[in-house]
């Protein structure tokens, strides 16, 4: 327990110790975190009042950016599969890094649902009684909170046992490391499930949304975790091997592949069908009735999916820097396509044929910023944290006495 | 924890930024105006549960010369003509507009002014109204009598004290039955609804192109 | 060594004060962002009462007594009038089901504003619970409806006027869909809220196809002159921010046999409200009788909300003159 405590202490410390350049970087999380937070105990005071909700678009960035996120939160499987199904090599000692970014995102999803509440204290009383299991928003707790803790058990085991330079016991993590296979894609389906399981909304009453999900899921998480490995590689010591960035390479490349088609796909079927069920599409592409708030947005998001794909299939992305402009522009895009492309337009025009538009508000965006912030300063720290340890330069001192 | 020899010292910036937040947070300058429309004007007449019209007594009565008749205290004296005229002498301020109900005895009792005729010598009296527009509308009157046409105040359990069912002439003006326009009340206004569009999609439907064409724009 | 202990020790206290002053600062700024929380008043987050009490359904006759004396406290200190406030019960054999007549509506509002006095609902911002759409002749997709018409007289030529409220459907989107059971069935058909249950997820408001609910995106703008007193715990009673509200059928008239206030103000009669287990109620003969339908019966939510049209002649024929002489014959 003493050790246990003291590997907590020293992990605490390291997270404060870094170059200028880490610093300044952990500063700029710190200060638009506590703006964020600022913002947030605002709206408490106020109401959803400070958001650019409405009745009739009753969800905007907040759950956007949680479904976005959900996606992200799964995308660790990605690196999970081939290391674990097909004992991929140069993955191998990588894959942490994407579990702790499942870590980083759930938090920042459930902070993301949180906000977006008009009584949070009241979740407690989920406790006393829940709709379980007709509201697919209870199993999205469910399966949100359960994946949050079998990637802090797996994570944290085999970080710990890396402090103590033991050798990780197979049957306290390996079993677990299939289930978050399998619960990956549950907390993807599950929050496609929140959407598409509206008959008075025909935008998302769509069977093509959980597989969208997934692939755009499994595009913007390797890919942001492509970024993260190359920062590692520039800014550590710790090995990146290049097969382990080409295995990522082709995991975005076909996903991202699967997720422009499934898009077209929707496009498809709505346009060419024509019906008055279109109208949502039709405000999302082209605009309705002379509203159009949505139509640069969704174009932005192809065109940025297009030329990362682009990018990705052309011998050009094996430089690395145009990779990370792809992997960039593909963040952005699916962030885009999923969030304003994807719930926005679920509510326009509203079930009685209004439209009224949505824009985010500088308090609104503040707060979602404070929660990007947040989440990104959590995964810098697991991170920075986490090298340390793997490379053995931070260990239990019963363990490097025994090295010794 | 030993410091790269290339590594700066930022903490004084830390501070100053730290300080900083403090102060903007304390000024706190950012002020957002929240878009609140006025309150709608409604005045307690407006959603008035009273009928739009008051019923005649019966019989009739109008006040003349200090005293309240009724309308035999003239028509014993007056004789009616046997047709309905083109052109009223009396009663000018009523506009028979009933569609090709257009003669004063379709209604009124020739012999006794008090009352109302149904066929022949059978009469009713002024309270029993809804059996002479019955002669006419009696599908309408069907329903009415079963709670479904007109207007019912008090309970939704039939038969219950305190009920009023409201008569044909408490809505409709006999003599010009049409239910009259009204100006309607205000319009929602709801939170960050903004502007209400002006232009629906112009129509193209073949219903809307060639039979309703005299549809007026939207406003 | 000791001169290497000495910077050392140096270096520490030194390093001790830089991080003293770093926590510090970052602590300042973090304890002045929560400063808008200053602002909160002691009721705004529910007082601990609410916050503990159970679910309605959980309730026992006294935790009820308790929570309406609460509650009446609450709008006594708000609104300086003691509420009469009570917690109806659905009736024995009695389902509610409205009807509407299409053919009779004119689109005058008047049960917009009459739901607003009797439901203290937020006048700023709005909110309403009906919805009143003007729809051209010849369709019966909502999404070519006028919402904001704002005539000098109605109804318009060539249109028709469709009121839009909450249907209390069968098989309710809208309570299958809330995480915490805050909204539920009654026997008698009502879709109910429990304002002191709802997290204000306002999944409900993506759920419902008839755009019923309502959420308080703010404290309800509600004055002392606008109250009305005669209150229901599942219906009428003053909401806070941060709940859903919608229409109930005016569960505090109607559970104590009046009608809902929509119904008796539309001067046209165009709105029928009854019990359909009672055979003779004018629902009951409204749905054997009249050809009736369902809005978006596609979405199979099967809705205690029936419209209908009847024969009549075509509006053309309606006077031009505006009703204000009321007047006599």
Redesign the interface.
């Known amino acids: 327990m003493k050790n246990y405590l003291t590997f907590v202490w020293r992990c605490f410390r390291t997270s404060f110790v870094g170059d200028w350049r880490y610093q300044a970087w952990m500063l700029l999380l710190t200060v638009t975190a506590l703006v964020g937070l600022n913002a947030y105990c605002k709206q408490i005071v106020e109401g959803l009042v400070l958001t650019g909700l409405s009745d009739q678009v009753s969800w905007g960035s907040y759950i956007s950016n949680f479904t976005f996120l959900v996606g992200m939160a799964a995308a660790a499987v990605m690196l999970v599969i081939p290391v674990y199904v097909y004992g991929h090599k140069a993955l191998h000692d990588l894959v942490i890094f994407g579990e702790l970014l499942t870590i980083a995102v759930i938090i920042m999803c459930i902070m993301f649902v949180t906000v977006d509440l008009g009584h949070p204290e009241r979740v407690l009383n989920l406790g006393r009684r829940m709709n379980f299991p007709m509201s697919m928003l209870t199993w999205d707790v469910v399966v949100l909170n359960v994946y949050l803790l079998l990637n802090l058990h797996i994570c944290g085991y085999l970080i710990y046992c890396a402090y103590n330079k033991q050798e990780p016991r197979k049957a306290l993590y390996i079993p677990l490391v299939f289930l978050a296979i399998f619960w990956a894609i549950s907390i993807h389906t599950v929050t496609a499930f929140l959407y598409v399981g509206l008959g008075g909304r025909p935008f998302w009453n769509s069977a093509i949304i959980a597989p969208r999900f997934l692939a755009s899921a499994f595009a913007a998480g390797p890919a942001f975790i492509i970024l993260t490995l190359q920062v590692i590689r520039r800014f550590t010591s710790y090995h990146v091997p290049n097969g382990a960035l080409d295995m990522l390479k082709r995991i975005v490349t076909v996903a991202l592949t699967i997720n422009m088609f499934l898009l077209a796909c929707e496009v498809f079927t709505e346009f060419y069908t024509d019906s008055t069920h279109g109208a949502s599409a039709h405000y999302l592409f082209l605009g309705l009735q002379g509203h159009n708030a949505l139509v640069p947005w969704i174009w932005t998001a192809i065109t940025l999916n297009s030329v990362a794909l682009l990018i990705l299939y052309l011998p050009l992305s094996r430089s690395r820097s145009l990779l990370n402009i792809a992997c960039v522009f593909m963040i952005g895009g699916i962030w885009i396509e999923k969030g304003m492309g994807l719930i926005v337009p679920g509510f326009i025009p509203s079930p009685l044929g209004e439209i009224v538009e949505y824009s985010p508000t500088i308090n609104e965006t503040l707060v979602c910023l404070g929660i990007w912030a947040f989440g990104l300063l959590l995964y810098t720290i697991l991170v920075r944290v986490t090298i340390p340890v793997l490379s053995g330069e931070l260990a239990s001192d019963t363990a490097v006495n025994n090295n010794k | 924890m030993a410091r790269n020899r290339d590594n700066i010292d930022i903490s004084p910036v830390i501070v100053l930024v730290f300080v900083a937040c403090t102060t903007w947070f304390i000024a706190d300058p950012q002020d957002e105006r929240i878009p609140y429309a006025s309150v709608a004007n409604v005045s307690k007449e407006d959603i008035s549960t009273a009928p739009i019209r008051t019923r005649l007594s019966d019989p009739p009565m109008v006040h003349l010369g200090g005293y309240d008749r009724d309308c035999n205290d003239c028509h014993r004296i007056f004789k009616s003509l046997d047709k309905t005229p083109n052109r009223a002498f009396q009663h000018v301020d009523i506009k028979l507009n009933h569609g090709r109900n257009s003669r004063c005895f379709n209604c009124h009792a020739k012999a006794d002014r008090n009352r109302l005729t149904i066929y022949g010598e059978m009469t009713v009296s002024y309270d029993q109204s809804e059996q002479l527009c019955a002669k006419c509308h009696g599908t309408t009157f069907k329903d009415w009598n079963r709670g479904i046409h007109g207007r019912t105040m008090g309970s939704w359990q039939p038969h219950a004290a305190g009920n009023t069912r409201l008569k044909c002439v408490e809505c409709h003006n006999p003599h010009s039955p049409a239910y009259l326009r009204m100006k309607p009340l205000p319009s929602p206004h709801t939170l960050r609804m903004g502007e209400p569009s002006i232009a629906h999609a112009t129509e193209d439907s073949p219903l809307t192109q060639w039979i309703l064409s005299d549809t007026e724009g939207a406003h | 060594m000791t001169d290497s202990e000495n910077n050392g020790s140096n270096q520490s206290r030194r390093s001790f004060l830089?991080?003293g002053?770093?926590a510090s600062?970052?602590m300042?700024?973090?304890a002045?962002?929560?400063?808008?929380?200053l602002?909160?008043e002691p009721g705004?987050?529910?007082n601990i009462d609410s916050?503990i009490q159970?679910?309605y359904c959980?309730m026992s006759e006294s935790d009820i007594e308790k929570a309406l004396a609460r509650i009446a406290d609450d709008v006594e200190k708000r609104y300086q009038l003691r509420p009469d406030i009570r917690d109806l019960k659905p009736l024995d054999g009695v389902e509610?089901v409205y009807a509407l007549n299409l053919s009779?509506c004119?689109?005058?509002?008047?049960c917009?504003?009459?739901c607003?006095?009797e439901n203290n609902q937020s006048?700023?911002?709005?909110?309403?619970y009906i919805?009143v759409?003007?729809m051209?002749?010849?369709?019966l997709?909502?999404?070519?409806?006028?919402?904001?018409?704002?005539?000098?007289?109605?109804?318009?030529?060539?249109?028709y006027y469709m009121p839009?409220q909450c249907h209390q459907c069968k098989n309710a989107?809208c309570v299958?869909?809330?995480?915490?059971?805050a909204t539920w069935q009654q026997d008698d058909g009502v879709t109910v809220i429990d304002y002191d249950?709802?997290?204000?997820?306002?999944?409900c408001?993506?759920?419902?196809?008839?755009?019923a609910?309502?959420?308080?995106?703010?404290?309800p703008?509600l004055t002392k002159k606008d109250v009305n007193p005669n209150m229901n715990y599942l219906s009428n009673r003053p909401r806070k921010?941060?709940?859903?509200e919608k229409c109930h059928f005016c569960l505090q008239r109607?559970r104590a046999?009046?009608?809902p206030a929509c119904q008796?103000?539309?001067?046209?009669?165009a709105r029928?409200?009854?019990?359909v287990l009672?055979e003779?109620?004018?629902v009951s003969?409204?749905l054997r009788?009249?050809r009736v339908f369902v809005l978006?019966e596609d979405?199979?939510?099967l809705p205690r909300f029936f419209y209908y049209f009847?024969?009549r002649?075509p509006r053309k024929?309606?006077?031009?003159?505006?009703?204000?002489d009321?007047?006599?014959?």
Do not use: M
């Not at chain 3, 609910?213 to 404290?219: A, K, L, V």
């Open positions: 830089r991080s002053l770093l600062s970052g300042l700024a973090l002045t962002s929560l400063k808008p929380l602002d909160l705004d987050l529910g916050f159970k679910h959980e509610f009779r004119i689109g005058c509002r008047k917009v504003h009459a607003v006095a006048r700023s911002p709005e909110i309403q919805r759409l003007e051209p002749h010849g369709t997709d909502i999404e070519k409806s006028n919402h904001h018409y704002n005539r000098a007289s109605v109804p318009a030529d060539s249109h839009v989107p299958k869909v809330c995480p915490i059971q249950w709802c997290i204000g997820c306002r999944y408001q993506a759920a419902c196809p008839y755009w609910r309502r959420f308080n995106f703010t404290e703008g921010k941060g709940v859903i109607t046999g009046k009608l008796e103000v539309c001067p046209t009669g029928k409200f009854g019990n009672d003779h109620s004018n003969q409204i009788t009249k978006k979405v199979n939510t009847d024969e002649y024929q309606a006077s031009s003159e505006t009703s204000k009321g007047g006599s014959a």
